[in-house]
Protein backbone atom coordinates (compact mmCIF):
# COMPACT_ATOMS: atom_id res chain seq x y z
CA UNK A 1 0.00 0.00 0.00
CA UNK A 2 2.64 2.38 0.80
CA UNK A 3 4.19 1.66 -2.70
CA UNK A 4 1.39 2.75 -4.49
CA UNK A 5 0.44 6.02 -2.87
CA UNK A 6 4.01 7.24 -2.68
CA UNK A 7 3.89 6.39 -6.09
CA UNK A 8 0.76 8.41 -6.69
CA UNK A 9 2.00 11.55 -4.53
CA UNK A 10 4.94 11.61 -6.87
CA UNK A 11 3.12 11.96 -9.89
CA UNK A 12 1.26 15.00 -7.77
CA UNK A 13 4.82 15.85 -7.22
CA UNK A 14 5.52 16.09 -11.31
CA UNK A 15 2.40 17.85 -12.17
CA UNK A 16 3.23 20.65 -9.88
CA UNK A 17 6.64 20.79 -11.45
CA UNK A 18 5.41 21.23 -14.35
CA UNK A 19 2.95 23.70 -13.98
CA UNK A 20 6.37 25.44 -12.28
CA UNK A 21 7.92 25.40 -15.37
CA UNK A 22 6.49 27.93 -17.90
CA UNK A 23 6.39 30.60 -14.58
CA UNK A 24 10.08 29.94 -14.24
CA UNK A 25 11.35 30.34 -18.06
CA UNK A 26 8.66 33.32 -18.51
CA UNK A 27 10.65 34.99 -15.26
CA UNK A 28 13.63 34.42 -16.78
CA UNK A 29 12.56 35.95 -20.58
CA UNK A 30 11.35 38.74 -19.70
CA UNK A 31 15.31 39.21 -17.70
CA UNK A 32 14.44 38.90 -14.14
CA UNK A 33 15.34 36.26 -11.83
CA UNK A 34 13.24 32.66 -12.40
CA UNK A 35 10.42 32.00 -10.01
CA UNK A 36 11.61 28.57 -9.12
CA UNK A 37 8.65 28.06 -6.42
CA UNK A 38 6.29 25.66 -7.80
CA UNK A 39 9.75 24.10 -9.59
CA UNK A 40 10.95 23.30 -6.24
CA UNK A 41 8.10 22.72 -3.57
CA UNK A 42 7.13 19.92 -7.23
CA UNK A 43 10.75 18.22 -6.80
CA UNK A 44 10.26 18.16 -2.50
CA UNK A 45 6.57 16.59 -3.04
CA UNK A 46 8.52 14.17 -5.04
CA UNK A 47 11.17 13.58 -2.70
CA UNK A 48 9.06 12.86 0.49
CA UNK A 49 7.65 9.37 -0.98
CA UNK A 50 10.95 8.21 -2.12
CA UNK A 51 12.49 9.22 1.49
CA UNK A 52 9.54 6.87 3.01
CA UNK A 53 10.32 4.21 0.06
CA UNK A 54 13.80 4.10 1.25
CA UNK A 55 13.48 3.88 5.07
CA UNK A 56 10.88 0.86 3.75
CA UNK A 57 13.65 -1.02 1.86
CA UNK A 58 16.05 -0.42 4.89
CA UNK A 59 13.71 -1.88 7.42
CA UNK A 60 12.56 -5.00 5.13
CA UNK A 61 16.04 -5.69 3.09
CA UNK A 62 18.74 -6.28 6.19
CA UNK A 63 21.07 -7.21 3.97
CA UNK A 64 21.44 -3.57 2.09
CA UNK A 65 20.05 -1.67 5.31
CA UNK A 66 23.01 0.56 5.45
CA UNK A 67 22.70 1.42 1.51
CA UNK A 68 19.40 2.27 2.37
CA UNK A 69 18.93 4.17 5.43
CA UNK A 70 22.22 6.44 3.76
CA UNK A 71 20.25 7.22 0.75
CA UNK A 72 17.17 8.36 3.54
CA UNK A 73 19.71 10.34 5.31
CA UNK A 74 21.34 12.28 2.17
CA UNK A 75 17.97 12.70 0.81
CA UNK A 76 16.29 13.85 4.15
CA UNK A 77 19.53 16.30 4.44
CA UNK A 78 18.83 17.63 1.20
CA UNK A 79 15.42 19.07 1.51
CA UNK A 80 16.38 22.05 3.83
CA UNK A 81 18.83 22.85 1.07
CA UNK A 82 16.54 22.76 -1.92
CA UNK A 83 13.65 24.43 -0.19
CA UNK A 84 16.53 27.38 0.62
CA UNK A 85 17.28 27.59 -2.75
CA UNK A 86 13.93 28.00 -3.92
CA UNK A 87 13.45 30.77 -1.66
CA UNK A 88 16.82 32.42 -1.75
CA UNK A 89 15.91 33.90 -5.51
CA UNK A 90 12.48 35.58 -5.38
CA UNK A 91 10.69 36.54 -8.59
CA UNK A 92 10.50 40.36 -9.55
CA UNK A 93 14.65 40.74 -9.21
CA UNK A 94 17.36 40.94 -11.08
CA UNK A 95 20.24 38.84 -11.42
CA UNK A 96 22.59 41.29 -10.22
CA UNK A 97 25.04 40.51 -12.83
CA UNK A 98 23.95 43.53 -15.26
CA UNK A 99 21.58 45.69 -15.57
CA UNK A 100 18.28 44.44 -17.69
CA UNK A 101 19.14 46.95 -20.65
CA UNK A 102 22.75 46.15 -20.88
CA UNK A 103 21.43 42.34 -21.44
CA UNK A 104 19.12 43.43 -24.23
CA UNK A 105 21.80 45.01 -25.63
CA UNK A 106 23.75 42.06 -25.09
CA UNK A 107 20.43 39.79 -27.08
CA UNK A 108 20.56 42.55 -29.60
CA UNK A 109 23.82 42.38 -30.93
CA UNK A 110 23.79 38.54 -30.59
CA UNK A 111 20.77 38.65 -32.90
CA UNK A 112 22.93 40.79 -34.98
CA UNK A 113 25.82 38.65 -35.01
CA UNK A 114 23.70 35.11 -35.95
CA UNK A 115 21.81 37.27 -38.93
CA UNK A 116 25.09 38.16 -40.20
CA UNK A 117 26.86 34.29 -40.62
CA UNK A 118 23.83 33.54 -41.92
CA UNK A 119 23.50 35.67 -44.78
CA UNK A 120 26.11 34.30 -46.99
CA UNK A 121 27.52 34.75 -49.65
CA UNK A 122 24.28 37.43 -50.98
CA UNK A 123 24.93 39.16 -48.07
CA UNK A 124 27.68 42.22 -47.35
CA UNK A 125 28.75 42.39 -43.93
CA UNK A 126 27.26 44.34 -41.62
CA UNK A 127 23.77 43.58 -43.56
CA UNK A 128 21.19 40.83 -43.28
CA UNK A 129 19.58 38.83 -45.84
CA UNK A 130 16.90 41.17 -46.03
CA UNK A 131 18.74 44.12 -46.41
CA UNK A 132 18.67 45.70 -42.97
CA UNK A 133 21.89 46.85 -40.55
CA UNK A 134 22.57 46.02 -37.39
Known sequence: MLFRVATIVQMVG???????LPVGFEAAAEGESPNNLLLVVGYLVMRVPLLA???RAARD???????S??????IAAAQPVLA?????????????????AARRRRASRHRCSSSRASAGPR???GTSPS????
Do not use: E, Q
Not at 69 to 74: F, P, R
Not at 84 to 100: D, K, L, S
Open 14 to 20: VVVLTFG
Open 53 to 55: LWL
Open 69 to 74: VAYAVV
Open 61 to 67: DPARRRT
Open 123 to 125: GTP
Open 131 to 134: GSTC
Open 84 to 100: GHGAAAPAGRGHGRRPR
